[in-house]
């Protein structure tokens, strides 16, 4: 299993020296977070997702499906085995929450809010994952590592290294200190630690190397989007701050590529 920290609740800044500010704001898959943690974004100039461009296509085909079928990519997911399953089926069984949600609600929002042309009008989008040859690259990389004979016979004990992993997770979970209601702060950090535990056995697959890799290249593609909002895609005076939703457990590996000072790679707006 990967190393594993502490699971956090709160944004965590990083100042450009370049200019601006990239928050990365934590969020747990598929569950719908309380107002005090949705408030928690703050104010923010533009918005990137550590994900491809066609990203939103998906979420409008999941949204069409789920209001046709309501909760068919939960079930599609649950049926299919592996630890992807197994963090779903345990989401279901928390009540005090609204989880298991498609397309991913948080993410989902804040686009939508990003594309309101409502109050100060519409602010930048960026899908920052990357698609040419040095990204394949890695890709193809990391289906190698993935297929190695340690990781087939390891996947025969998926049931016990689950629970071992989950276990781990649990103590790095823990209720977020801005939700008043205790079932409902119960119940996120319950999800996070099943979100966390999903991400440590995705991370445990893949190398140091990959991911070191995966982080520094999404690491300068922020700070390229940054660049380019800094560069005259808002109007207001000051620095402008770049929000960046990612997945809790993700958060920590997220930061240290930034501290690593990767250099910018240029990244242009999404267009609606």
């Not at 290249?217 to 929000?243: F, M, N, Y």
Request: some cysteine; glycine content about 6%; aromatic content about 8%.
């Amino acid at each position: 299993m990967t190393d594993s920290a502490p699971l956090s609740w709160s944004p965590i800044e990083w100042d450009d020296p370049c200019g601006g500010t990239i928050r990365l704001w934590p969020f747990v898959p598929n569950v719908v977070l309380t107002d005090s943690l949705r408030r928690s974004a703050g104010d923010w100039d533009g918005l990137a997702f550590l994900l491809p461009d066609d990203e939103s296509e998906i979420w409008d085909e999941q949204f069409e499906q789920e209001k046709a079928s309501p909760g068919i990519n939960r079930d599609s997911i649950a049926s299919s085995g592996g630890t992807l399953a197994r963090m779903m089926i345990g989401m279901s069984s928390i009540e005090s929450i609204q989880t298991c949600r498609f397309p991913d609600p948080e993410p989902r929002r804040l686009l939508i809010a990003a594309e309101s042309r409502s109050g100060s009008g519409s602010r930048p989008v960026f899908f920052v994952e990357p698609e040419d040859e040095e990204w394949t690259e890695w890709v193809e990389d990391c289906a190698d590592e993935m297929v190695r004979l340690r990781h087939l016979v390891r996947s025969i004990f998926s049931g016990r290294v689950w629970k071992k992993t989950l276990r781990q997770a649990m103590k790095d979970a823990s209720p977020p200190n801005s939700e008043r209601d205790d079932s409902k702060a119960y119940g996120l950090a319950q999800a996070s630690a099943l979100a966390a535990a999903w991400w440590y056995r995705s991370e445990s697959v893949l190398s140091e190397e990959l991911c070191s890799r995966r982080d520094a290249r999404l690491a300068s593609r922020l700070r390229g989007a940054l660049g380019t909002l800094c560069g005259g895609q808002i109007d207001d005076e000051g620095a402008p701050v770049l929000l960046v939703p990612v997945m809790q457990a993700w958060m920590p590996s997220i930061y240290s590529a930034l501290e690593n000072m990767p250099l910018p790679e240029h990244v242009e707006v999404e267009e609606e």
